[in-house]
């Protein structure tokens, strides 16, 4: 089976670094869980979604590689060229061309990203949430270590996670849309060691281990069961290994767990919001001990908001008119916590 460019790029790094000997995890990268993952990507692309060629052809569209390209990472992911005389000119489409190409690739929940001359203005400000990161001297925990990010979405935090010093990310999300955004700025860095596969998190093999830190953001109050999600993501990680955990809470002493009947802030598939306490209870029950929470934060209305970029409705469209402090059905405005975790032997 053939899979597009961009997702041959991901499955080149893993084989490099399989049989790199400068390699640091070698459990991780080896021929069998590559085999294993390989399948599983195999049964995802047996369906590909409908847009998957649209997709295709929006990134067709943008420049092929040139040694003048570079990639920094800031509060936003800049692709970006320096010409040289010594080469061959660098081709670019126009603003509005650009623009139009990458708009083919909406909605934009992550970012931002300044793609040459054109500013992705997503919906989230996630440097906010970044910064917030780097504020506890959480980002010092990657450097040198081989990561699982789930639910990784575009990859702008993988981008962050490198230039942290992270030896290796692997970034699992299902979303097809958002693996073909990744790929407009991995195409142009295809031996960086960000990967990104179109997995779920049950679908990606259970024999890939190993990893020094987990990443889980936004996830959990998406699953049906988040103590099993925090044991899953127990199981992938090294001996002693970290657990990095942002999630939506109730902000209250109490020791309980919220469980929105049909929707909360318009989202159909918000399972369980633990108050803080009560998520340390389930941290603890999953097998990880020093759990240390570094900040409780409620999403206000200028860190998620609307752009023509993602669509008409954000967060401000999500919560009460007439008490920003409770969502459109009546329960506590989203408020996200982070913490840190280790895994207990």
């Given at each position: 089976?053939?899979?597009?460019?961009?997702?041959?790029?991901?499955?080149n790094?893993?084989?490099?670094?399989?049989?790199?000997?400068a390699?640091?995890?070698?459990?991780?990268?080896?021929?069998?869980?590559y085999?294993?993952?390989?399948?599983a990507i195999?049964?995802?692309?047996q369906k590909?979604?409908g847009?998957?060629?649209?997709?295709?052809?929006?990134l067709?569209?943008?420049?092929?590689?040139h040694?003048?390209?570079?990639?920094q990472?800031?509060?936003?992911?800049?692709?970006?060229?320096?010409?040289?005389t010594?080469q061959?000119?660098l081709?670019?489409?126009?603003?509005?061309?650009l623009?139009q190409?990458?708009l083919?690739?909406s909605?934009?929940?992550?970012?931002?990203?300044?793609?040459?001359?054109?500013?992705?203005?997503?919906?989230?400000?996630?440097?906010?949430?970044?910064q917030?990161?780097?504020?506890?001297?959480?980002?010092?925990l990657?450097?040198n270590?081989?990561?699982l990010?789930i639910?990784c979405?575009?990859?702008y935090?993988g981008w962050?996670?490198?230039?942290?010093?992270?030896?290796s990310?692997?970034?699992?999300?299902?979303?097809?849309?958002?693996h073909?955004?990744f790929?407009?700025?991995?195409?142009?860095?295809?031996h960086s060691?960000?990967?990104?596969?179109?997995?779920?998190?049950?679908?990606?093999?259970?024999?890939?281990?190993?990893?020094?830190?987990?990443?889980?953001?936004?996830v959990?109050?998406?699953?049906?069961?988040?103590?099993?999600?925090?044991?899953?993501?127990?199981q992938?990680l090294?001996?002693?290994?970290t657990?990095?955990?942002?999630t939506?809470?109730?902000d209250?002493q109490?020791?309980?767990?919220?469980?929105?009947?049909?929707r909360?802030?318009?989202?159909?598939?918000?399972?369980?919001?633990?108050?803080?306490s009560?998520?340390?209870?389930?941290?603890?029950?999953?097998?990880?001990?020093n759990?240390?929470?570094?900040?409780?934060?409620?999403?206000?209305?200028?860190?998620?908001?609307?752009t023509?970029?993602m669509?008409?409705?954000?967060l401000?469209?999500?919560?009460?008119?007439?008490?920003?402090?409770?969502?459109?059905?009546?329960?506590p405005?989203?408020?996200?916590?982070?913490?840190?975790a280790k895994?207990a032997?």
């Amino acid at each position: 089976m053939s899979f597009p460019p961009s997702l041959e790029l991901s499955l080149n790094n893993w084989r490099h670094l399989q049989t790199s000997q400068a390699s640091t995890n070698h459990s991780i990268y080896n021929a069998n869980n590559y085999h294993a993952l390989k399948i599983a990507i195999e049964k995802r692309w047996q369906k590909p979604h409908g847009d998957a060629k649209r997709w295709q052809k929006c990134l067709d569209d943008l420049p092929n590689n040139h040694p003048t390209i570079q990639l920094q990472t800031d509060n936003a992911i800049t692709l970006s060229h320096c010409p040289s005389t010594n080469q061959n000119q660098l081709i670019i489409p126009s603003p509005e061309q650009l623009k139009q190409t990458l708009l083919g690739l909406s909605p934009w929940r992550k970012g931002p990203f300044q793609i040459f001359h054109t500013h992705i203005d997503s919906e989230w400000q996630s440097h906010w949430k970044w910064q917030r990161l780097q504020k506890h001297g959480i980002n010092k925990l990657l450097e040198n270590a081989n990561i699982l990010d789930i639910g990784c979405g575009n990859g702008y935090y993988g981008w962050h996670m490198l230039k942290a010093g992270a030896s290796s990310i692997i970034g699992i999300d299902g979303s097809m849309l958002l693996h073909f955004q990744f790929s407009v700025c991995k195409q142009y860095q295809p031996h960086s060691p960000l990967m990104l596969f179109p997995l779920r998190f049950d679908l990606f093999p259970t024999a890939i281990t190993g990893f020094d830190v987990v990443f889980s953001m936004g996830v959990l109050s998406h699953t049906k069961d988040p103590i099993q999600h925090l044991k899953d993501s127990r199981q992938r990680l090294t001996e002693n290994g970290t657990l990095i955990l942002e999630t939506l809470i109730i902000d209250t002493q109490e020791k309980t767990a919220l469980h929105p009947k049909d929707r909360y802030a318009k989202m159909n598939n918000v399972f369980s919001l633990p108050s803080p306490s009560m998520l340390i209870n389930w941290i603890e029950q999953a097998g990880f001990k020093n759990a240390q929470i570094y900040d409780i934060n409620r999403t206000s209305i200028e860190e998620q908001r609307p752009t023509e970029w993602m669509g008409n409705q954000s967060l401000e469209h999500f919560l009460d008119p007439q008490d920003s402090s409770k969502t459109i059905e009546g329960y506590p405005a989203p408020t996200r916590l982070l913490l840190t975790a280790k895994k207990a032997i």
